[in-house]
């Protein structure tokens, strides 16, 4: 393996310090950047970590102070927008810095939720039924649209402003709660038709050719029985919570072979559908009969050491470290000319009827 010059962005406030003695990782803020950093350091790369916030200047300076052979990619936004991060993408591609991760059209389809889930929709892959609600109109809820909902941001990430009155089971609720997501978090909404069942993450490495990781299950049984079973931010991101309610995630073992396939089959429709490129995360719902949901897909995913993408790597025959030399070599391997979505993909019958 040839050692590499690599440049890691990361958002400015999260750069992990120098020495890490006598600081709990667990709990740090900055652990995926501290793991990222740490780990590539340990298999002989040259690492440079550069905090971005609100100036691409910074990276050019590095760029052309350093000349690195790539950059790793760990912003989720931009002066502190979400959708943002496809820029800074993009601006690595015309400054022919190679880059880790997802290409910039890929992005910009799989962070507008409501414009995925159209595409999704155009390509006969499973979603519950949908409606968006642009920032500062009303909710106009089709008949069809039946209840109970959940209203979630139509751009941001990581369960953010997700909680138990997510949910709502009338038009009162429903108004009010697009009203928090469109106040609270400035974006616009995205109102889909709830299902209860599992939740369930679905792994997936490559350009062109896709490796899928095995089934991954967010397990929620234990929460109080008045609480609906969905990744509220207190789930995903509080330990204590987790540990109070024995919330965990590991390998779904008990899928049949043909769910497994299943699953693994319609994220490579989902990765292919969006031009996903580097890898990404494909998040489902099993419901009761056995019928698959697709929620969304979540490009440049959680890569810290021990979390979900990272762990249901080592099925598959990744260890950590092997799993972040992956990611830079098909990094390396990227040319932005070429997407996954480039390819002829049939028209369903449905368009034009």
């Known amino acids: 393996m040839k050692p590499l010059r690599v440049l890691v962005l990361m958002h400015e406030e999260l750069v992990p310090p120098e020495t890490v003695e006598g600081i709990d990782l667990s709990a740090a803020e900055w652990k995926t950047e501290y793991d990222v950093v740490s780990t590539l350091r340990e298999i002989g790369h040259e690492v440079r970590p550069v905090g971005v916030q609100q100036e691409l200047s910074v990276i050019r300076k590095a760029v052309e102070e350093w000349k690195p052979h790539i950059a790793f990619n760990l912003l989720e936004e931009f002066s502190g927008v979400a959708v943002y991060d496809q820029n800074v993408v993009s601006y690595l591609e015309l400054l022919k810095v190679p880059y880790t991760g997802c ?3 890929g ?4 962070r507008d939720k409501g414009l995925a889930k159209k595409i999704l929709y155009y390509h006969r892959i499973p979603i519950p039924e949908f409606i968006t609600v642009p920032l500062g109109r009303s909710v106009r809820r089709p008949k069809d649209l ?3 909902l959940i209203v979630k941001s139509v751009s941001e990430e990581s369960s953010m402003g997700i909680s138990q009155a997510s949910i709502v089971d009338d038009d009162e609720k429903l108004q009010e709660r697009v009203k928090f997501i469109h106040q609270s978090l400035g974006t616009g909404a995205l109102v889909e038709r709830y299902i209860e069942g599992r939740e369930l993450y679905i792994g997936v490495m490559g350009n062109q050719r896709l490796q899928v990781f095995p089934v991954w299950e967010l397990n929620m049984s234990q929460l109080p029985d008045e609480a609906r079973k969905i990744a509220t931010a207190r789930v995903k991101w509080c330990r204590s919570y987790q540990k109070k309610y024995g919330v965990r995630s590991g390998a779904a073992s008990d899928l049949t072979e043909g769910e497994q396939q299943t699953l693994r089959h319609l994220a490579k429709r989902v990765y292919r559908s969006l031009g996903l490129s580097g890898y990404a995360r494909i998040d489902c719902r099993l419901d009761s009969a056995g019928q698959v949901y697709v929620l ?4 440049n995913p959680q890569i810290a050491k021990a979390e979900d993408f990272a762990d249901s790597a080592l099925p598959a025959g990744f260890s950590y ?3 972040l030399q992956r990611i830079l070599d098909l990094g390396l391997r990227w040319h932005p000319r070429v997407t996954p979505s480039d390819r002829t993909l049939p028209v369903p019958s449905r368009v034009g009827e």
């Open 103 to 105: 290409n910039p059209r």
């Open 107 to 110: 992005l910009m389809l799989a």
């Open 146 to 148: 039946a209840f109970p």
């Open 296 to 299: 969304e897909a979540n490009p």
């Open 321 to 323: 470290a092997a799993l």
